[in-house]
C-alpha cells in the first residue's frame, strides 16, 4: 500500500468503528446491560439476570476473539493485554479503586456514555471528571506518582501473559490450539450457568450478552485486521492504524474518554486525529440516544442533592485514576481484556468486583448511620 491510500482505509476504520459503537450503544440502551448494575443487583436483590448476560458477553467474545486468532485474521501478540510485562499490583491496586468508585458514581464508564445519551446530565459530570483524572494519570501529576511506584512492580513473562501462551511454553500443543480450548471450555462452563435457569434464557439476556460479545469481536477485527498494515508506507514498520495504544484495539472506555476530551481541547493542533477509542465513546453516546429517542425513555436529569453530587465526584475519580493505574475499565478488562484470556485481566476484573462490593458496603454503612 502506498501513502496516498492511507487516508481513506484510515477513515474505513473510523467509520466501522464508529459503526459498530453506534450499536454498542443502543444496544446498552435497550437491554441495560451493566456492570455495576449486574454487581448491585446480585448485592441488594439477589437477582443475578443482569450478571448473566455479561457471562454471555464472556463467553461470546472469548469464542470471537479466539476464533479470530485461529483463522489469522489477528495476531494475539498485537493486544496490550497480552504484553510480557504482567503489572499485577496496578492490576489489584487500580482495579479495587475502579470498582469502588463505580459504586460511588452509581455506574461504571461505559454505562454513563449510554446515560448520556439517555439525557442524564448527572453522567456528563461524571464522564468529565473521569476524564480529567484519567488524562492526569496518564500523562500528568499522577501518571508521575503511577510509574514511580505501582508500577515498578510486575512480573516479567517472555513468552506473554495471555493463557493459552503460559500454557503452550509448558505443555505440548500449540497457543492457538490451546486458545480455542480454553476459550470453548470457559465458553461451555459460563453458558451452561447462565442459560440453564429459566431467567437466563430470555431474549433480553441472550441478546445483550450475545450482541455485546459479538460487537466487540468484530472491533478486534476491524482494528486487529482491517486496520493492520505489516508496513507502514510513512515507516516501514507494522502499524495499528488510527489507535492511540499502538496496539490492535477494541471497546474499552477510561483512557479513550481521556483522549477524547483531549481532541476537543486541543481540536486545532493538526498532530491531535481521530482514534478508534474516540470515535467509539462518540458512537456509544450516539447509539443510546437513538435508542433512548426510539423507545421514548429520553429525559433529562441533573443531580438533586449536593452530597449526591460529591459522591458522584469523588467516585468519577477514583475511576479514572484506578481505570488507567489497572489499564483498563470493566468494559475493557471484564470483556475485551478476558476475551484474549489474559491473566492480567482476570486479575484487574477480580479486584473491579472486589472494589464494587467493597462499594456496596460502604453505602450500605453510610445510608445506616444517616
Same mark, same amino acid.
Given at each position: 500500500?502506498?501513502?496516498?491510500?492511507?487516508?481513506?482505509?484510515?477513515?474505513?476504520?473510523?467509520?466501522?468503528?464508529?459503526?459498530?459503537?453506534?450499536?454498542?450503544?443502543?444496544?446498552?440502551?435497550?437491554?441495560?446491560?451493566?456492570?455495576?448494575?449486574?454487581?448491585?443487583?446480585?448485592?441488594?436483590?439477589?437477582?443475578?439476570?443482569?450478571?448473566?448476560?455479561?457471562?454471555?458477553?464472556?463467553?461470546?467474545?472469548?469464542?470471537?476473539?479466539?476464533?479470530?486468532?485461529?483463522?489469522?485474521?489477528?495476531?494475539?501478540?498485537?493486544?496490550?493485554?497480552?504484553?510480557?510485562?504482567?503489572? *499485577?499490583?496496578?492490576?489489584?491496586?487500580?482495579?479495587?479503586?475502579?470498582?469502588?468508585?463505580?459504586?460511588?458514581?452509581?455506574?461504571?464508564?461505559?454505562?454513563?456514555?449510554?446515560?448520556?445519551?439517555?439525557?442524564?446530565?448527572?453522567?456528563?459530570?461524571?464522564?468529565?471528571?473521569?476524564?480529567?483524572?484519567?488524562?492526569?494519570?496518564?500523562?500528568?501529576?499522577?501518571?508521575?506518582?503511577?510509574?514511580?511506584?505501582?508500577?515498578?512492580?510486575?512480573?516479567?513473562?517472555?513468552?506473554?501473559?495471555?493463557?493459552?501462551?503460559?500454557?503452550?511454553?509448558?505443555?505440548?500443543?500449540?497457543?492457538?490450539?490451546?486458545?480455542?480450548?480454553?476459550?470453548?471450555?470457559?465458553?461451555?462452563?459460563?453458558?451452561?450457568?447462565?442459560?440453564?435457569?429459566?431467567?437466563?434464557?430470555?431474549?433480553?439476556v441472550v441478546l445483550a450478552g450475545l450482541?455485546?460479545?459479538?460487537?466487540?469481536?468484530?472491533?478486534? *477485527?476491524?482494528?486487529?485486521?482491517?486496520?493492520?498494515?505489516?508496513?507502514?508506507?510513512?515507516?516501514?514498520?507494522?502499524?495499528?492504524?488510527?489507535?492511540?495504544?499502538?496496539?490492535?484495539?477494541?471497546?474499552?472506555?477510561?483512557?479513550?474518554?481521556?483522549?477524547?476530551?483531549? *481532541?476537543?481541547?486541543?481540536?486545532?493542533?493538526?498532530?491531535?486525529?481521530?482514534?478508534?477509542?474516540?470515535?467509539?465513546?462518540?458512537?456509544?453516546?450516539?447509539?443510546?440516544?437513538?435508542?433512548?429517542?426510539?423507545?421514548?425513555?429520553?429525559?433529562?436529569?441533573?443531580?438533586?442533592?449536593?452530597?449526591?453530587?460529591?459522591?458522584?465526584?469523588?467516585?468519577?475519580?477514583?475511576?479514572?485514576?484506578?481505570?488507567?493505574?489497572?489499564?483498563?475499565?470493566?468494559?475493557?478488562?471484564?470483556?475485551?481484556?478476558?476475551?484474549?484470556?489474559?491473566?492480567?485481566?482476570?486479575?484487574?476484573?477480580?479486584?473491579?468486583?472486589?472494589?464494587?462490593?467493597?462499594?456496596?458496603?460502604y453505602q450500605e454503612w453510610r445510608l445506616?448511620?444517616?
Open positions: 500500500m502506498d501513502e496516498s491510500s492511507l487516508p481513506a482505509l484510515m477513515h474505513q476504520v473510523l467509520a466501522a468503528a464508529f459503526g459498530l459503537a453506534v450499536l454498542f450503544g443502543a444496544l446498552c440502551q435497550r437491554t441495560r446491560f451493566c456492570t455495576m448494575g449486574a454487581v448491585s443487583d446480585v448485592y441488594a436483590m439477589g437477582d443475578w439476570r443482569r450478571a448473566r448476560m455479561w457471562m454471555v458477553a464472556m463467553a461470546a467474545a472469548m469464542l470471537g476473539f479466539n476464533g479470530l486468532v485461529a483463522l489469522g485474521q489477528v495476531d494475539p501478540a498485537g493486544s496490550i493485554y497480552t504484553a510480557p510485562r504482567l503489572l *499485577w499490583l496496578s492490576a489489584v491496586l487500580g482495579g479495587l479503586l475502579f470498582g469502588f468508585g463505580m459504586v460511588l458514581a452509581s455506574g461504571c464508564i461505559s454505562r454513563h456514555l449510554v446515560r448520556l445519551g439517555g439525557g442524564n446530565l448527572k453522567s456528563l459530570v461524571v464522564l468529565l471528571v473521569a476524564a480529567v483524572a484519567a488524562g492526569a494519570t496518564l500523562r500528568g501529576l499522577t501518571a508521575v506518582l503511577r510509574v514511580a511506584t505501582v508500577e515498578k512492580v510486575f512480573v516479567e513473562l517472555p513468552a506473554g501473559q495471555a493463557l493459552p501462551t503460559l500454557l503452550a511454553a509448558a505443555f505440548p500443543g500449540g497457543a492457538t490450539a490451546w486458545g480455542l480450548g480454553l476459550a470453548a471450555a470457559a465458553a461451555v462452563a459460563l453458558l451452561a450457568w447462565a442459560l440453564l435457569p429459566r431467567e437466563g434464557r430470555s431474549l433480553e450482541g455485546v460479545g459479538v460487537l466487540i469481536t468484530a472491533l478486534w *477485527w476491524v482494528s486487529g485486521h482491517l486496520g493492520f498494515l505489516p508496513e507502514d508506507p510513512r515507516t516501514l514498520e507494522p502499524v495499528y492504524l488510527a489507535t492511540n495504544s499502538r496496539h490492535m484495539e477494541s471497546i474499552s472506555t477510561i483512557a479513550p474518554i481521556a483522549y477524547a476530551l483531549d *481532541w476537543l481541547l486541543m481540536f486545532s493542533d493538526q498532530s491531535k486525529t481521530l482514534t478508534l477509542g474516540i470515535v467509539s465513546v462518540a458512537g456509544i453516546v450516539v447509539g443510546a440516544a437513538l435508542m433512548a429517542w426510539r423507545d421514548g425513555s429520553f429525559r433529562w436529569e441533573g443531580f438533586g442533592k449536593v452530597g449526591d453530587l460529591g459522591l458522584h465526584l469523588v467516585g468519577a475519580a477514583c475511576m479514572g485514576v484506578g481505570g488507567i493505574v489497572a489499564m483498563g475499565c470493566t468494559i475493557g478488562h471484564g470483556i475485551t481484556g478476558v476475551s484474549t484470556l489474559s491473566l492480567g485481566s482476570f486479575i484487574a476484573l477480580a479486584a473491579m468486583l472486589a472494589g464494587a462490593w467493597l462499594g456496596l458496603r445506616a448511620r444517616s
